[in-house]
């Protein structure tokens, strides 16, 4: 099933989309850090054939979305506020599936504006470790030179061998065709090469530190069903009790996939879809 492609403004930006389907209840899957909506291309069919209309936006800096512009930066609250006005423009209701830093937005919002999320699943992330404020410092000194290195250094240009070969050395997981269709859709051709679509500012040490106490209201807010999956093999998961205390808060249901790292929409995209389909029916998304 080939997407098609849409296109949003929001939040000030040019939002790229792809669509599957043209009818029922809207389901959004939101990517992770450098990636791009075409992770979801083994996933989205098969909500398509359980009656969903789904769509998967690229985030601002990935994909084909615009950028930022000059002076600009990425934070957890510029994905927050692009997410709501998508939703909003969409007639302001839908389920969110998101993975990895796509889950940190999707939490932001759905607890900001719950009456717009229907279900929420989570895939691989409940957000990183709590930081101690004597860290922050520390963090903006991190960033402000990270800014100076990128500021000297060119564009990097890589041809699709290189950018799939990449790919396969950074997530051994990953099968050639995923890795070759990653790269694909991750680079555009430039001036003869080609390059990275994601913004290198992404490459930068974040600033804005994360703090449980200021997540936890966020959490307590939002009103739908939540699904976590996590893959069993996954090098992120948080400390037990930590990750019992995020759960509880969201009460959220638990899935484990086994043999599964990082990427199950990417690793075992069947079965995830088995269990999206799953849980967007027990939570009535339908209705």
């Known amino acids: 099933m080939t997407p098609r492609d849409r296109f949003i403004d929001a939040n000030r930006l040019r939002h790229h989309l792809l ?9 959004l899957l939101l990517h992770g850090f450098l990636e791009h909506a075409h992770v979801w291309d083994w996933v989205a069919p098969h909500l398509v054939g359980a009656g969903y209309r789904v769509l998967a936006p690229d985030w601002r800096g990935h994909g084909d979305t615009q950028w930022v512009g000059a002076g600009g930066y990425y934070h957890f609250p510029d994905y927050a506020a692009d997410l709501a006005g998508i939703v909003q423009a969409l007639g302001g209701r839908a389920a969110l599936v998101a993975h990895s830093m796509g889950a940190g937005g999707a939490v932001l ?3 900001t504006r719950p009456e717009t999320v229907t279900a929420l699943a989570c895939i691989d992330a409940l957000g990183p470790p709590d930081t101690s404020p004597d860290d922050v410092p520390h963090r903006y000194a991190s960033w402000l030179a990270d800014l100076d290195r990128l500021a000297g250094r060119a564009r990097v240009t890589v041809t699709l061998a290189e950018a799939t070969a990449r790919l396969r050395e950074r997530f051994p997981r ?3 065709p995923v890795a070759a269709h990653m790269a694909l ?5 430039e001036n003869g090469a080609r390059v990275w679509k994601f913004d290198p500012l992404h490459q930068t040490t974040a600033p804005t530190p994360y703090y449980v106490r200021q997540a936890r209201p966020f959490w307590r807010r939002i009103s739908c069903p939540v699904l976590y999956v996590a893959g069993g093999e ?7 009790e930590d990750q019992a205390d995020r759960l509880a808060a969201l009460r959220a249901e638990q899935v484990v996939m ?5 990427h199950p ?9 088995g269990l999206l389909v799953e849980f967007l029916r027990r939570s009535r998304c339908a209705d």
């Open 265 to 273: 929409h990417l690793e075992a995209p069947d079965a995830l879809a």
């Open 185 to 189: 859709h991750g680079t555009r051709a």
């Open 109 to 111: 919002h759905a607890g």
């Open 234 to 240: 996954s090098p992120y998961h948080l400390a037990p």
């Open 19 to 27: 669509e599957w389907g043209d009818a029922g209840p809207i389901v």
């Open 174 to 176: 990953f099968s050639d």
């Open 258 to 262: 086994p043999g599964v790292a990082h």
